[in-house]
């Protein structure tokens, strides 16, 4: 499978502890991004990276919430002290070079619960 | 603020009949727009884009600027569209929300036999 991967599929935690997901994008795309996708709602933005640069973070993500890129190819988001309201989906995705044919390519998500 | 409005979270036609996925957005400038689709226990993926201005599985979308919409439109309806449907919007690129996809709520569409 060459799309995007993303790693754990599944993590349960108890409230208090910290978790951290990892994605690995489409070879050669030097876009990421991470969404959060909660019950009943679409995904919702929360940072991307072009190469190892985190350009954006939403305001959704608190300071518990760290993302991280560092040479450019796969990412890692760590949410420190979990809180119930934390249970989400959690989508990575990556395109290639910005223009008209960027388009972002998804991975299967990380399904978090906290118990 | 940008934002993509889904109004229907379900919607059920017969095999064969016309369906309609609304969706209006809200954004200062011209956006770009997509139709995301996601079948059962498969991952998000695209289905069109505005500026391609193309018909994928016999489906098409227009932007309409006047009314800001992007309706999906498909004239007969097949059991294998049956899915989650999301709207997104994409700013320009040097403007605000430049790169990041904003979505709507999503809507199911049931297509019974």
């Known amino acids: 499978d060459t799309g995007v991967s993303q790693d754990p599929r599944h993590k349960i935690t108890k409230r208090g502890q910290n978790v951290t997901f990892r994605c690995d994008p489409i070879?050669?795309?030097?876009?990421l991004y991470w969404y959060r996708q909660t019950l009943g709602q679409g995904p919702e933005f929360l940072t991307y990276?072009?190469?190892?640069?985190?350009?954006?973070k939403s305001r959704l993500l608190s300071d518990r919430f760290s993302a991280e890129r560092p040479k450019g190819s796969f990412s890692t988001l760590e949410i420190q002290r979990t809180e119930q309201g934390d249970s989400a989906m959690y989508l990575c995705?990556?395109?290639?070079?910005?223009?008209?044919?960027?388009?972002?390519?998804f991975g299967a998500g990380t399904r978090l619960s906290v118990l | 603020a940008q934002r993509v409005t889904q109004p229907e979270k379900l919607l059920s036609v017969f095999k064969g009949a016309p369906v309609e996925l609304k969706c209006n957005y809200s954004?200062?400038?011209?956006?770009?727009l997509f139709w995301y689709v996601q079948y059962s226990r498969q991952r998000l993926q695209l289905l069109l884009r505005?500026?391609s201005r193309e018909s994928i599985k016999g489906f098409t979308a227009d932007l309409n600027k006047g009314e800001t919409s992007f309706h999906l439109k498909k004239p007969f309806a097949q059991e294998e569209d049956s899915a989650m449907y999301y709207c997104?919007?994409?700013?320009?690129?040097?403007?605000?929300?430049?790169?990041?996809?904003?979505f709507g709520q999503g809507t199911i569409l049931t297509v019974h036999p």
């Open positions: 995705a990556s395109s290639p070079n910005w223009g008209q044919t960027n388009i972002q390519y």
């Open positions: 070879s050669e795309h030097n876009r």
């Open positions: 990276f072009q190469n190892e640069a985190q350009l954006e």
């Open positions: 954004y200062s400038g011209s956006p770009e």
């Open positions: 505005h500026i």
């Open positions: 997104a919007l994409r700013g320009i690129p040097g403007g605000t929300s430049y790169g990041k996809l904003t």
